[in-house]
């Protein structure tokens, strides 16, 4: 598909306000064109509060409307999402004020190196429209007609090519995220797969007795969804292969939960809502393969799994006290139906691992992403993400990178550290367990409750024989974006694909 029809209107680089085309002026920097400077003193000189709220008013010298929409007064410890947000705010008093054709002037930054690219992302953000409104209202597909963009470097081509590419990955993941239960099911997400990424190399998992034998805890949470035909759970497997040899292999894993009701451990008290956003790793897996396919990297070679399965709760539901054998060959003993994130990408993981040593793929670097817990919400507060490296991972100083271009790219993430006492917490209580897959608590409630799960991916997927000690350490990041994918309702982020994309690709 070409990433034009990703797009959320057309984007154009304008030389010269006057001859933009555009309806309305955004500006968010308080430095303004020297037709403003004058207007902009006079409105200061009355208006308190004109440097700290978002003002539309008439410029009489550009004979044009302004959206005025101030970056925050910066402290220490602002960082480059002040100008993402400005921007986002400013086209979205445009979008209010009825204006189809805006032109943002995209400020540099002496502190934010990054601050052009972000400024365009930001506004890109807020022309998102739900997959669901625009196919069923199409009038509705676009908030605006065209975005111009008048950036003040020789790189301006370059900025706004690399933000198109950025978006249509984060349109893919968006899509995904935001779907409902029913338009983002896991058949109805390989259909979109199909015909966004048609050019990977694809493999789909949908057999109910493949899925039993080389699946098995996948196929435990999908057991109760199975029973209805458009429910049924699939892994989809994607892989980029890049034309040179490749000096690094990516695999990830996404969790693509399109509906968590906790299953037989039901999600009771009114919790439940907002949970068709627990797809929102495998939706940011499968728009990092968008960036990947758009950018096309001559040397590293991607593999991707979308495990895509709803949680659901019937007669045939799996319950807490079963006993399951990991592909891996780990004894499992369920402890709680609502950990299911966990269950549904090990064995895709272990997968992963296998492939890697099968095929003595060139360095490489295993990921989960999910939308795992309710701790690393309360841990990292919104917004953030958190990066768990294992052992080779860490010593490769990862999450640090990871953690520092997130920073300078919007995307922050914190970095948590595993230890011993993680491990120690899922080990089998009785003869016949080698593994207990969690407590019977909300993982707010458990210490370490966002470390424990990376532990347990690493235990039942075997990655513990693959540590530094071993003959083939392998790298492994899981990732919780619990705190920074949505806070529903709000439209998914996307995060973290541009973040790792800047990093990895
Ligand atoms: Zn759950």
Wanted: aromatic share 6%; glycine share 6%; hydrophobic share 40%.
């Amino acid at each position: 598909m070409g990433i034009e029809r990703l797009l959320p209107c057309s984007v154009k680089v304008a030389k010269l306000i006057q001859k933009s085309s555009c309806d309305v002026l955004c500006i968010i920097d308080r430095q303004v064109p020297p037709e403003l400077v004058e207007q902009f003193g006079e409105c200061r000189a009355f208006d308190k509060a004109f440097d700290s709220v978002v003002s539309c008013f008439k410029s009489q010298q550009l004979n044009l409307p302004v959206v005025y929409s101030p970056i925050q007064e910066l402290s220490d410890y602002h960082d480059v999402r002040t100008y993402q947000k400005a921007a986002a705010k400013s086209l979205e008093r445009a979008i209010k004020a009825g204006f189809k054709s805006p032109l943002l002037l995209v400020p540099a930054s002496k502190r934010f190196a990054n601050a052009e690219l972000c400024t365009v992302l930001g506004a890109l953000d807020q022309l998102y429209v739900p997959i669901q409104l625009r196919e069923d209202v199409p009038e509705q597909a676009k908030r605006i007609a065209q975005l111009s963009l008048l950036i003040e470097t020789p790189r301006a081509e370059d900025i706004i090519k690399e933000a198109l590419v950025l978006e249509s990955g984060r349109m893919v993941a968006r899509d995904i995220g935001v779907g409902d239960p029913e338009r983002m099911a896991p058949p109805r997400v390989e259909d979109y797969v199909n015909n966004v990424l048609s050019s990977l190399k694809k493999e789909v998992i949908s057999d109910l007795d493949v899925l039993q034998k080389d699946y098995p805890l996948f196929a435990a949470v999908n057991r109760a969804a199975n029973q209805v035909s458009r429910h049924r759970g699939r892994i989809i497997f994607l892989e980029y292969v890049p034309p040179k040899p490749a000096r690094k292999t990516l695999m990830l894993v996404g969790k693509g939960v399109t509906y968590d009701t906790g299953g037989a451990d039901i999600k009771a008290g009114g919790v439940m809502a907002g949970m068709s956003r627990d797809k929102c790793g495998a939706a940011a897996v499968a728009g990092f393969m968008q960036i990947v396919n758009e950018q096309k990297p001559a040397d590293v070679h991607v593999i991707a799994a979308l495990c895509m399965v709803r949680n659901s709760v019937g007669e045939e539901s799996y319950v807490s006290d079963e006993i399951h054998t990991s592909r891996a060959g780990v004894r499992i003993r369920v402890g709680n139906t609502d950990a299911e994130g966990r269950m549904c990408m090990a064995d895709a993981l272990c997968r992963m691992k296998e492939i890697a040593i099968e095929r003595q793929l060139p360095d490489p670097h295993l990921f989960t992403i999910a939308t795992l817990t309710g701790h690393a919400c309360i841990s990292a507060g919104d917004g953030y993400s958190i990066a768990i490296d294992n052992s080779v991972a860490q010593k490769a100083g990862h999450a640090r990178l990871l953690q520092e271009t997130g920073q300078s790219f919007g995307e922050p993430f914190e970095v948590s550290v595993l230890r011993p006492d993680d491990f120690d917490f899922n080990k089998g209580k009785v003869i016949g367990e080698d593994i207990v897959q969690a407590n019977n608590a909300p993982s707010t409630r458990t210490p370490r409750g966002h470390q424990i799960p990376a532990a347990f991916l690493i235990q039942v997927t075997g990655l513990d024989k693959h540590g530094l000690e071993s003959n083939l350490p392998i790298k492994y990041t899981h990732i919780d974006i619990a705190a920074s994918a949505c806070v529903f309702p709000e439209i998914p982020t996307a995060a973290p694909i541009v973040a790792l994309a800047k990093t990895h690709l």
